[in-house]
């Protein structure tokens, strides 16, 4: 690999772990809001698959805005529907990593507490998920595609 290309792969992952980062807390926050918020009740404490849902689609609008915007905003990307299904697609799987950690360790384990949760379904579970999004987004949603060719036609007047 060249320098020049390992250079720019390192700076995307540096752009993806940041925006990571970013939909992290605000997974973090929305289903702490969501499940243990306010005398330990939150609005969905009975429902935490549900609230980890939310809170899930919550981060992933700032994942393909960050990622869109920053990680791979250097690649040509035309609007096709079929970018925006990738994108649901590999969401859906990812959601599946965490909803699989959350519900594996409160159903199968018996662990419900604050901790446990955010633990097995925030930082485990996001973990798992963001490894699966990296290469996904970077193979399936965010694949550079060569602009048209009369995008890149020389100038009238150059003979070249």
């Not at 920053?70 to 697609?89: E, G, N, Q």
């Not at 507490?113 to 490894?131: C, F, K, R």
Request: net charge positive; glycine share 10%.
């Amino acid at each position: 690999m060249h320098a020049s290309r390992a250079a720019r792969k390192a700076g995307q992952a540096g752009s993806f772990l940041a925006i990571g980062g970013l939909a992290f807390l605000v997974d973090a926050f929305m289903y702490n809001l969501l499940v243990f918020w306010g005398a330990g009740a939150g609005p969905l404490h009975a429902f935490p698959l549900l609230a980890k849902i939310v809170a899930i689609v919550v981060a992933s609008l700032v994942t393909y805005a960050g990622n869109r915007y920053w990680t791979f905003a250097d690649r040509h990307l035309p609007r096709r529907f079929s970018r925006y299904a990738a994108f649901a697609l590999c969401n859906l799987i990812a959601i599946g990593l965490q909803l699989g950690s959350l519900a594996f360790s409160r159903y199968v384990l018996g662990l419900d507490g604050i901790v446990a949760d955010n633990v097995s379904g925030t930082l485990i579970g996001q973990a798992l998920a963001t490894a699966f999004r990296y290469l996904s987004y970077d193979r399936f949603v965010f694949r550079h595609e060569d602009p048209p060719a009369e995008a890149v036609r020389p100038p009238a007047g150059d003979l070249g």
